[in-house]
């Protein structure tokens, strides 16, 4: 049973566009992070989260935005898409713990190609 | 510069056979490692943690080891399986506070073959 559900899974889109990938978990963590993964290459953090109304950059935040409503909920929006932003987004949570004392919880992720 | 090293970068083994994956760091201060199983197509799942204190932590075929004065790690799988084909991927967090970063290795492609 999947407790953190990304949308869409695969997503291929043209160069300008905007788009936003959901992240929703059941969960009911606090704490919310995306990352980037690409093929043999570290995961690098992008934004992340600890709570509602709460949203802080990572380290590759500069070209996209999230939002923190609702705790369930926690979408990353680019404004406008590049063939440098195709890779794997992984979103993850965690509970109201020291940093690195529960383990991540991620979903599938979202394979995004921009043509 | 803190950092988070893994050896060897793929590695094929035959099912039934033994292996052990390294992960070297250089981050200071330490709280705790953790190795995640990433299988294709999906996210990387926590298969054990790490402590300062600890040295070995089994979980079902996975054995951790830690030595945190050499700053090394290593994850042996006995016995393997074709369901352990994945990547092996070394977390380390720099303090146990909401205040801390976890630094990620690249990971090790195992494949199992038949």
């Known amino acids: 049973e999947a407790d953190i559900y990304q949308t869409p899974r695969y997503l291929v889109i043209g160069t300008g566009k905007k788009i936003t990938l959901e992240c929703s978990q059941t969960?009911?963590?606090?704490?919310m992070y995306w990352y980037q993964q690409d093929p043999g290459m570290e995961l690098h953090l992008i934004h992340y989260?600890?709570?509602?109304?709460?949203?802080e950059k990572g380290d590759l935040s500069s070209e996209s935005t999230v939002s923190r409503i609702r705790t369930e909920h926690f979408p990353l929006t680019l404004e406008s898409a590049r063939p440098s932003h195709t890779s794997q987004y992984l979103c993850?949570?965690?509970?109201?713990?020291?940093?690195?004392?529960?383990?991540?919880?991620f979903g599938n992720g979202t394979r995004l190609t921009v043509t | 510069k803190n950092q988070v090293e893994q050896s060897p970068q793929s590695l094929i083994i035959l099912e039934g056979k033994n292996c052990t994956l390294q992960?070297?760091?250089?981050?200071?201060?330490?709280?705790?490692l953790r190795w995640y199983k990433q299988d294709t197509g999906r996210g990387p799942v926590s298969l054990t943690i790490m402590t300062f204190s600890e040295n070995t932590k089994s979980n079902g075929r996975y054995t951790a080891t830690l030595d945190a004065d050499t700053k090394q790690s290593s994850l042996h799988i006995t016995a393997s399986q074709l369901s352990d084909s994945a990547s092996y991927i070394c977390v380390v967090s720099d303090r146990g506070s909401t205040l801390g970063r976890l630094y990620f290795g690249r990971g090790t492609q195992l494949t199992v073959w038949p």
């Open positions: 992960c070297n760091y250089t981050v200071s201060p330490f709280s705790n």
């Open positions: 993850a949570t965690q509970p109201r713990t020291g940093v690195g004392n529960s383990p991540l919880h």
């Open positions: 969960m009911g963590h606090d704490k």
């Open positions: 989260s600890y709570g509602v109304n709460s949203t």
